[in-house]
């Protein structure tokens, strides 16, 4: 930790950078009474790039949303994105989100595999899959990047990266501001709101809050139908954010970020699997267990419960030549609290199995970045980069990591139970060089060297069996990206880039065979190519983009080769391919306003055999030669979808604006998510759940406008859809039913 403070502090004197890290509009405040993004030429600024570029003619993959969309789309989390923009899946286990983009990111939820979408919290990274419930308020800007990120971008990723800009306080900018308040179904309350203070002629400060509650969504029984005795999933979040920003001269700009949040999910109740289906899969024979997700029935306590903080250290100084420093710092902690009833039942040991699981990890993250970037108008640009990011997880002792299969007597050879540390870093450098051809043909080429290292030093006993796991890996890897850019004509621009990502390899905890070996780290190359143009001065904009993934050492988890019932992380060996297109559109013709994007994705396993550790074993299992023919738990996985990728997502958007008069306004709104049906393991086993059905939402809002005040009447899948949101340890966990309320605010 020592080291890491002396890194934290060497890089808050080389100057924190204070710039935004993704993409931004002119006025990008959320509570804005218009938005910039929509109206004619309006450009959309990019600045994950580390410099100030047009979206509409940057050789990237990306969808922005302002605050102003987000609020409009009814995005209050990171579950509502995936329903507003294409290719983004989101599986919500409860403990953790899982981002994925493209069919790459996080598909098995746990603390050895690294996630391959990378969320930043105001330019810096955020916890990997844990601590995601955090709300989106007082927002800037939310842009997506598709597609490997890593030469010019802090931490290097599979699949793509997601930037969260928050809004920045504005000197001389006067007392601005809003806040807003809700009340809807499920007796949910809320208020945010925010104020910029000016201090002086180079100093001012920004304050924000959000606190939200609301009853469960869930009926919950104890056994026999009985009342339940613990917590039955009541939320309640508060969020609060300090930002600070000074300009002691024209050329040195500083600020700070501090966030809080506490966030009580109250529980995440999840039910069997098996008691979805109306019918017994395959049948029409009705199913005796049947039951609506949100009707329950535990013997154990549930809870869940998220505590963080997150400081962010920025600054940007820049030379009388043009030439700018930037460094990025943060230090994030959180303890995340998490009970189950894992078995999804009333049941007790004398009439099935009752299992419970309960956790509390604390997780430490501290990072630094430094850059040195030329001007953005010269006709030859570089950039030049350093990275690093120390994460860990320590698990609580004594032992509160406790899978318990005889709930609730207590009996240690009925436990598996965990202590101790997973201790990771992750050290780059990296580049970048851009040149004008000519003034309509750009070429730019990156590349980044990561080394990663991850440790264990963890104690398990596994059901009465002291176990140790004290093992450490690395992993390197060289990543690139060549891109060339055509501006055809103001109106059309072509791109096409080969570029490649990189995630780390990991360890296994041991299972009662010894310390299994590490998984390898996974690598993909990406081919991409696309078309971006304007028509009708600027108030059509579309853009068309085909992609080709070759996937090298896939990471996945499957039976123990040796041991089946146990389960491992291993690699695919074998290329897996994914593939696909996406198209996006934006109209805004006088009041009215349209959206729309979709992709189409294919995926195919590489020649792979595994088993299914949820069944019976017959024999050993190879993963590149299969098993003898007895062992008929050995499948051949080749050409299986990769899991949460879905064929198809789909979204639409549709406002329009009457005028009623000079500052009254009329603003209905409709927008619509399809996620196509995505299998949650590559088993594709039907009858143990591992087929999550399609979700189709839609959104809907009527606001009036008066002024600088607007009343909103809200509701989020109208048409109540209970559909699975992800699938763990055999439960499915819903996503959220129909909510509808009205909202309150006041912009000054």
């Known amino acids: 930790m020592k080291n890491r403070a002396l890194w934290l502090g060497a890089s808050a004197l080389a100057l924190i950078w204070c710039g935004s890290a993704a993409a931004q509009t002119e006025t990008a405040s959320p509570q804005s009474a218009e938005a910039a993004q929509t109206e004619g030429d309006g450009e959309i600024i990019v600045t994950a790039t580390r410099r100030n570029e047009n979206l509409m003619t940057s050789a990237i993959s990306a969808t922005v949303l302002t605050g102003n969309d987000l609020e409009n789309r009814g995005v209050v989390n990171v579950d509502a994105l995936q329903f507003a923009m294409p290719s983004i899946v989101v599986n919500n286990f409860g403990q953790g989100n899982d981002f994925n983009v493209r069919g790459i990111g996080k598909a098995e939820h746990n603390t050895q595999t690294t996630t391959g979408v990378i969320t930043y919290r105001d330019?810096?990274?955020?916890?990997?899959?844990?601590?995601?419930?955090?709300?989106?308020?007082?927002?800037?800007?939310?842009?997506?990047?598709?597609?490997?990120?890593?030469?010019?971008?802090?931490?290097?990723?599979?699949?793509?990266?997601?930037?969260?800009?928050?809004?920045?306080?504005?000197?001389?900018?006067?007392?601005?501001?809003?806040?807003?308040?809700?009340?809807?179904?499920?007796?949910?309350?809320?208020?945010?709101?925010?104020?910029?203070?000016?201090?002086?002629?180079?100093?001012?400060?920004?304050?924000?809050?959000?606190?939200?509650?609301?009853?469960?969504?869930?009926?919950?029984?104890?056994p026999g139908g009985a009342d339940y005795a613990f917590d039955r999933g009541d939320v309640g979040i508060l969020s609060a954010r300090l930002s600070l920003l000074w300009k002691p001269t024209d050329n040195l700009t500083l600020s700070s970020k501090t966030d809080y949040s506490w966030l009580d999910m109250g529980a995440y109740p999840a039910s069997p699997q098996g008691n979805y289906y109306p019918t017994l899969p395959g049948t029409n024979t009705p199913n005796p267990n049947y039951r609506d997700l949100f009707d329950v029935s535990f013997n154990a306590p549930q809870g869940a419960r998220d505590n963080m903080i997150r400081q962010v250290f920025k600054a940007e100084l820049e030379t009388a030549g043009g030439i700018k420093l930037r460094s990025t710092s943060s230090y994030q902690w959180g303890n995340t609290m998490y009970r189950a009833d894992l078995d999804g039942t009333a049941a007790t040991v004398f009439t099935g199995t009752s299992s419970s699981f309960y956790d509390t990890v604390d997780?430490?993250?501290?990072?630094?970045?430094?850059?040195?970037?030329?001007?953005?108008?010269?006709?030859?640009?570089?950039?030049?980069?350093?990275?690093?990011?120390?994460?860990?997880?320590?698990?609580?002792?004594?032992?509160?990591?406790?899978?318990?299969?005889?709930?609730?007597?207590?009996?240690?050879?009925?436990?598996?139970?965990?202590?101790?540390?997973?201790?990771?870093?992750?050290?780059?450098?990296?580049?970048?060089?851009?040149?004008?051809?000519?003034?309509?043909?750009?070429?730019?080429?990156?590349?980044?060297?990561?080394?990663?290292?991850?440790?264990?030093?963890?104690?398990?006993?596994?059901?009465?069996?002291?176990?140790?796991?004290?093992?450490?890996?690395?992993?390197?890897?060289?990543?690139?990206?060549?891109?060339?850019?055509?501006?055809?004509?103001?109106?059309?621009y072509f791109y096409g880039f080969i570029s490649t990502g990189f995630r780390p390899g990991g360890l296994n905890l041991p299972v009662g065979l010894g310390n299994p070996a590490p998984f390898e780290p996974e690598e993909v190359r990406s081919y991409e190519a696309g078309w971006k143009a304007n028509f009708a001065g600027g108030r059509v904009r579309t853009s068309v983009s085909g992609f080709y993934n070759d996937y090298k050492n896939f990471q996945v988890i499957i039976g123990y080769p040796t041991f089946p019932t146990f389960g491992i992380e291993l690699n695919v060996k074998n290329p897996t391919k994914i593939y696909g297109f996406e198209a996006e559109a934006d109209l805004h013709f006088g009041n009215l306003r349209l959206g729309a994007g979709v992709n189409v994705l294919r995926s195919e396993l590489g020649q792979f055999f595994a088993s299914d550790p949820r069944g019976a074993a017959t024999g050993a299992c190879d993963p590149m030669a299969g098993g003898p023919p007895a062992a008929t738990n050995c499948l051949n996985l080749k050409g299986r979808r990769q899991t949460y990728a879905p064929n198809l997502t789909f979204n639409a958007s549709a406002e329009y604006t009457f005028e009623l008069g000079d500052t009254d306004k009329l603003i209905p709104r409709v927008n619509f998510g399809h996620i196509g049906q995505q299998w949650a393991t590559l088993f594709q086993n039907v009858a143990r759940g591992d087929s999550i059905v399609e979700r189709n939402i839609l959104n809907a809002q009527l606001a009036y406008v008066h002024g600088s005040w607007t009343l909103t009447a809200y509701a989020t899948n109208l048409t109540d859809q209970h559909y699975p949101a992800a699938l763990n340890s055999g439960l499915y966990f819903a996503g959220p039913p129909r909510q509808y309320g009205v909202k309150l605010l006041k912009t000054f």
Request: proline share 5%.
């Open 123 to 222: 330019g810096v990274p955020s916890f990997p899959g844990y601590f995601q419930g955090e709300p989106y308020y007082d927002i800037a800007n939310i842009q997506v990047l598709r597609g490997p990120q890593g030469t010019i971008v802090g931490q290097n990723a599979t699949g793509g990266a997601v930037f969260v800009n928050t809004n920045d306080p504005v000197i001389n900018g006067g007392n601005h501001g809003y806040f807003n308040i809700n009340y809807g179904s499920y007796n949910e309350a809320g208020f945010q709101g925010a104020v910029n203070l000016p201090i002086s002629d180079t100093f001012a400060a920004r304050a924000s809050i959000y606190a939200s509650r609301r009853d469960s969504f869930y009926n919950i029984t104890g």
């Open 363 to 492: 997780e430490q993250q501290v990072t630094t970045e430094f850059n040195i970037i030329s001007p953005d108008n010269g006709r030859f640009t570089w950039l030049l980069g350093a990275f690093g990011v120390w994460n860990d997880y320590h698990f609580r002792r004594p032992y509160e990591f406790i899978i318990d299969v005889a709930y609730p007597f207590n009996l240690p050879t009925s436990q598996y139970k965990l202590q101790g540390n997973n201790l990771t870093h992750s050290y780059a450098a990296f580049g970048q060089l851009g040149f004008n051809i000519t003034p309509s043909l750009k070429i730019e080429a990156g590349a980044r060297y990561t080394e990663s290292k991850s440790t264990n030093e963890v104690d398990v006993i596994q059901y009465g069996v002291p176990l140790a796991a004290y093992q450490s890996v690395k992993s390197d890897n060289v990543s690139y990206k060549v891109s060339l850019g055509w501006k055809a004509s103001e109106d059309h």
